[in-house]
C-alpha cells in the first residue's frame, strides 16, 4: 500500500492507499516564510516546526500502519540525497540536526526551499511514524494496491 505526499509551494497534497487525495495547508513557500532567514535562528525552526506539525496532526488517524511513503523527487531532494531512492528517518534526523545547527556545507547552496522540504519531510516521517521515504514514484503507479 502506497502513500504519496507531494509538497508543494502553498499546500502539499496527500494521497492515499485508498485513492483518495486531501490538501495539506503547508507547503515550501509558507514553511520558508517562517524561517525568514538563512541559516533560520531557534526561534524560527521553533515556529515552522510547530506550525508544520499542527498542520499535519489531523492526516495522522487517516494512514494505515502497514503504507509505504512515497515523495515525488525534485530538485531539492536531488540535492539533499542525491541520487538516492530510499531515504531512513533516522538518516534525515541526522541532516536535519545537523543543518539546524550549523547550516548546510558548501556543496549545497542553502535556499530557503531546501530548508522548507527538509523540515516537511522529516516532521512528515517522525509524526505519520514512516521509517523511510522512497523518492520517486512507484513503477506502475497504483495508490489503490
Known sequence: MNTSLIIGEQNSCLTLPDGSSHSINIGTETTGKLLCQIPPNDLQWETAIATVEDAIAP????LPTNSMLW????????KLFGNKQIIAREEIEQIFQQVSRYGFSDSISAELP??????IMREWMHHMNFN???LGTPNNANFND
Open 59 to 62: 492526516f495522522n488517524k487517516l
Open 71 to 78: 515523495l515525488p523527487s525534485n530538485i531539492f531532494f536531488t
Open 114 to 119: 531546501i530548508y522548507a522540504n527538509l523540515l
Open 132 to 134: 523511510e521515504a522512497h
